[in-house]
């Protein structure tokens, strides 16, 4: 074999290999920022600094979550339209070099986690565990998927206030909560409609009626939007100089769900993070909510 074929089949497993831990979906670990940002630690720089290693622990624990989860579906993957031409589905990546990488991923977050705090570490842990869980058994059994996937990003708001010190409270706790399983509940929605009729690559979908999915995004929706003008309610009597800002705050936020409901509706968000970065309307949303906030914060 010429050194240019081996160069070249070096180059295409890299590409594959990069390919694979999908750094496009790393996006979500963006959730990171919220709990120091809610306690307006954020702009500290030690704080920051931590959010930030949080952001590449949660990226290389991903990374390794998502090797796992491509060689555990590698033949249903190969029947589907779009996932075929993942790398491990087609032959690009092999599945020991997939499984090596996921190992040595997974222990490393694990270990550069504990190395910031027992808590992170723990959280990190549990996250793996849980995508493990999922990844095997959980995504295959109706509802249960709902709860492991939006369990995913709770993990990812707990993560970013254990690795910055920020204490998690109970009203924080109930809207990531909700609002996780009404983008989970979504995101399904989105993929049965994706798929139509061809339900084989996923036992799960084939069991949600239209009828229940817009059942579960209703109850969930409605949860979150009750528990955040809660929030904003008690927020505002705990702290007079926020009170405006607050309140204010619910009017995007409930704008962005029914938003999100809405695209969803039109058969996209099997991808949120896609949905949450490509539309328009959902930017100036999250940018006219986060500006509110911060003054809220801040101004308190």
């Known amino acids: 074999m010429s050194s240019s074929s081996t160069t070249g089949g070096a180059g295409a497993l890299a590409r594959g290999i990069v390919r694979s831990v999908r750094p496009k979906q790393w996006a979500k670990n963006v959730l990171v920022f919220v709990a120091p940002g809610a306690a307006g630690v954020l702009l500290k720089p030690h704080s920051l600094l931590q959010a930030c290693w949080a952001f590449v622990v949660f990226s290389m624990a991903a990374g390794s979550c998502y090797l796992l989860n491509d060689v555990l579906d590698v033949e249903p993957d190969r029947r589907h339209p ?170 995007p936020f409930v704008v962005a769900i029914l938003r999100y409901a809405l695209l969803v509706d039109q058969g996209k968000g099997s991808a949120p993070e896609d949905v949450l970065i490509g539309d328009r309307q959902m930017q100036i949303l999250g940018l006219v909510y986060a500006g509110l906030m911060a003054v809220n914060v801040y101004a308190s």
Do not use: N
């Open 82 to 251: 779009r996932k075929s031409k993942r790398p491990i589905a087609a032959g690009i990546v092999p599945i020991p070099v997939a499984l090596l990488l996921s190992i040595v991923f997974g222990l490393g977050a694990v270990g550069l986690a504990v190395w910031r705090t027992p808590k992170f570490g723990l959280i990190i842990a549990l996250y793996l565990v849980l995508t493990t869980l999922y990844s095997s058994y959980l995504k295959h059994q109706p509802v249960l998927d709902i709860v492991g996937l939006s369990s995913g990003f709770v993990l990812r708001l707990l993560g970013g206030g254990y690795a910055t010190d920020v204490a998690i409270t109970d009203w924080f706790l109930v809207i990531s909560a909700f609002g996780a399983m009404f983008i989970a509940t979504c995101k399904r929605q989105a993929e049965k409609k994706e798929m139509g009729s061809s339900t084989d690559t996923r036992a799960a979908l084939a069991m949600y009626s239209e009828g229940f999915l817009d059942y579960m995004k209703a109850v969930t929706s409605g949860l979150v939007l009750i528990a955040y003008c809660l929030f904003a309610v008690q927020r505002a009597k705990e702290h007079p100089p926020a009170a405006l800002w607050v309140m204010l705050s619910i009017l």
